[in-house]
């Protein structure tokens, strides 16, 4: 009768440790990956320059966003200061390949296209570089869940996973550890670590807005993200002074002729 009551109770223990592993870490970057996204976005973001705390400048910029057949679009406009006035970004999801990303620099007078060489390269003078700026596609990276539960600068009970690059060329990190909302499947918290397997930068969501959408759809939309370099002190904060979502924004916005043009 003891062996009996020992096995029951292996087998007991057997079943709550297989439920305790219901979801992988491939299955929660696939909801973050998937999750709800407005048709349309129109936004100014206040982007805050800083290194120790002190802050170095403030910059005011416009933010168009689209997602199309399941993919992505966004441009970016900066409206002042002078030093980075009228530059302009525009990066364009692709379905099976990496994003298309061009630049207008207003002193060239000219947009060209962000070469795959250029992913680690800063984003106009920011802590976010080129790839920061658009998201890998799941099937890139290997993904372990470390976590099923841990509280994380504003957020509580977040999955923790570990993202591995598949192909270590393709990253400019050795891998990454997210922090990740159950509810809204969303990374608030993002450790990245360069090639030596040392922390590199931060990025934390601050906080996100429930904000009405079309045909009763409700999206969860970050409200301020920042990227901080925890080799250098520099931190890069930004931040969403006033969002639309779901009211249509022109095609020709995400085109390289607005780039040149700015209208």
């Avoid at 192909?167 to 809204?184: E, G, H, M, N, V």
């Amino acid at each position: 009768m003891k062996l009996i009551k020992t096995l029951a109770a292996a087998a007991a223990a057997f079943v709550l440790g297989a439920s305790a592993f219901a979801i992988d870490g491939t299955e929660i970057m696939t909801h973050v990956y998937d999750r709800q996204k407005p048709d349309f976005t129109k936004a100014a973001v206040q982007v805050t320059l800083s290194k120790n705390g002190k802050v170095e400048e403030t910059r005011n910029v416009g933010e168009y966003g689209r997602c199309k057949n399941g993919l992505s679009d966004v441009v970016m406009i900066f409206l002042s200061p002078a030093s980075v006035k009228d530059t302009r970004f525009l990066a364009k999801e692709n379905d099976g390949k990496d994003d298309d990303k061009w630049i207008y620099l207003p002193s060239l007078k000219s947009t060209r296209r962000v070469a795959a060489s250029d992913g680690s390269k800063a984003f106009v003078g920011t802590d976010f570089s080129y790839d920061d700026m658009s998201s890998r596609k799941v099937g890139d990276d290997t993904h372990e869940l470390l976590k099923e539960s841990e509280d994380k600068g504003n957020f509580k009970d977040l999955y923790v996973v570990k993202s591995t690059p598949k192909d270590p060329k393709s990253s400019q990190y050795l891998y990454r550890i997210s922090y990740i909302t159950k509810d809204a499947w969303i990374p608030t918290y993002i450790e990245m670590y360069d090639k030596k397997g040392k922390l590199l930068k931060v990025n934390e969501i601050k906080a996100i807005k429930k904000m009405p959408g079309n045909a009763g759809r409700v999206y969860n939309i970050p409200m301020e993200n920042v990227m901080r370099n925890v080799q250098t002190g520099h931190e890069t904060a930004m931040k969403m002074v006033n969002i639309s979502v779901d009211q249509p924004v022109p095609d020709r916005n995400f085109t390289t002729d607005f780039l040149n043009t700015g209208k």
